[in-house]
């Protein structure tokens, strides 16, 4: 091949640049992540710049924003009915010349739906750095920095009459976890709708339920529980996953079946919350015969009247779902109930379920929490807490039976 036809060894970068590339490379390695991984990010993009095939270059970044961008802002963003269901309610809520907190301004796109809105002026916090400042990008490529002030601090290191010119009118929004308040939801708004917002301020969500539902899924047993590998026994292992975590993938793999309707374990109110820890018991009712592998936790938001959104079990979108396994699958028919005890604090829900005959369960029942207790806000406010931890145990008693029994039958 004529030289002047050979390809253009483009790859390798001048030797100056591939050098100092290493050099920033290196000194990227030496930063203290305390800042979010701000500066690391910058110098490691610098580094690609000079040298964008630089493969240490490459596998940190990619380190680095998985480490500090939580990998479900990407399905969320593309959760079509999450944001028209956003899109609706903050048309609906936002006023002219309204002064808007978006709380977690993530991508920033709550922030630009609000301005579109005619706000007339946004102020939205992010406590990642990376993420503000990949906002700060975005909400500029849509023309829109004049009427959007990104915040990089946690909602609760706000402060009015420094990061916000007044307490906000309008109250955004959208921290919630598969089961609501992993987030740290409620302890982020009982201190925004008492410090940042004016007594009258809207909320977006307003309301929010939280449901069980009782399930039947041999797939969710089989992807949670298998009985035996390769022909040895793991029925030791089980009780180490009494809570399974479904992504969306897998909730769908699993094809829960519900064996009776939904039934309501807490309401939240969002303009007015508050961080007491609380306790229900409820009775989930069967309508269909079959087995209960599972108790399904879901939620459903009130955004603006007649605007929800849900993860329960015809929802589809970005978010999972928690089910709670039943130690020993239950055969249930028409009209048989279970008792369920449920309990959450600020920040976390969990929950196991446990089969107990009515009679020793019902006076073994311990009495409620006695003390609210602020949850650390960092803590409570950790996009990956680990699964939620409600207490709840449940009795299954047949519809026709005078006296509770619990049925119970082996692992199929
Ligand atoms: C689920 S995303 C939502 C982003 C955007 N509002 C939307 O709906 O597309 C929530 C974001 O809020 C941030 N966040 C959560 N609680 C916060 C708080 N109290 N203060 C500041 N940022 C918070 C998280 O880091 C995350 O980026």
């Known amino acids: 091949m004529p030289e002047s036809q050979r390809p253009a060894p483009a790859e390798a970068p001048p030797l100056r640049s591939a050098s100092e590339a290493e050099r920033l490379v290196q000194f990227a390695k030496s930063q203290p992540l305390a800042d979010g991984g701000l500066q690391t990010a910058q110098l490691l993009s610098q580094a690609l710049d000079l040298d964008p095939h630089h493969h240490e270059a490459q596998i940190l970044q990619e380190r680095l924003h998985q480490t500090f961008v939580p990998r479900w802002h990407f399905p969320m963003l593309a959760d079509a009915a999450r944001n028209a269901a956003y899109a609706r309610a903050i048309t609906a809520k936002v006023r002219p010349g309204d002064i808007v907190l978006d709380i977690g301004c993530g991508a920033g796109l709550t922030a630009m739906l609000a301005a579109r809105a005619g706000a007339k002026h946004v102020y939205t916090c992010e406590q990642q750095p990376l993420i503000a400042q990949a906002a700060a990008r ?21 402060v009015v009459g420094v990061d916000l010119p007044e307490p906000a009118d309008v109250v955004i929004s959208e921290i919630v976890d598969t089961v609501l308040l992993g987030e740290g939801a409620l302890a982020t708004l009982t201190h925004a709708m008492s410090a940042l917002a004016k007594p009258e301020a809207r909320t977006i969500p307003e309301r929010g339920r939280l449901v069980a539902q009782p399930v039947e899924s041999n797939a969710l047993l089989d992807l949670w529980r298998p009985q035996q590998a390769e022909g040895f026994d793991l029925s030791a292992f089980h009780h180490l996953a009494r809570v399974a975590q479904l992504p969306p993938s897998d909730f769908e793999a699993c094809a829960l079946r519900p064996l009776g309707p939904t039934t309501e374990l807490f309401e939240f109110d969002f303009a007015r919350p508050n961080i007491n820890r609380a306790r229900t018991t409820a009775d989930l009712t069967c309508s269909d015969t079959g087995t209960v ?76 929490w006695m003390n609210p207790a602020w949850v650390a806000p960092a803590a409570a406010r950790q996009a990956d807490l680990p699964s939620p931890l409600i207490e709840a145990e449940a009795v299954w008693a047949r519809a026709d039976s005078a006296v509770l029994q619990p049925a119970v039958q082996s692992n199929p």
């Open 138 to 158: 975005v909400i500029a490529d849509n023309g829109l920095s004049d009427r959007i002030t990104v915040i990089c601090k946690w909602s609760h290191d706000i």
């Open 293 to 368: 592998h599972a108790v399904l936790a879901s939620f459903e938001m009130e955004l603006a009247p007649g605007v929800t959104v849900a993860n329960d079990i015809d929802s589809g979108g970005h978010w999972g779902r928690t089910a709670f396994l039943l130690d020993q699958p239950t055969p249930v028919q028409p009209g048989d109930r279970a008792k369920v005890i449920a309990q959450h604090d600020a920040a976390q829900l969990s929950l196991s379920v446990r089969e107990i005959s009515a009679p020793a369960k019902e006076a073994r029942s311990p009495i409620v």
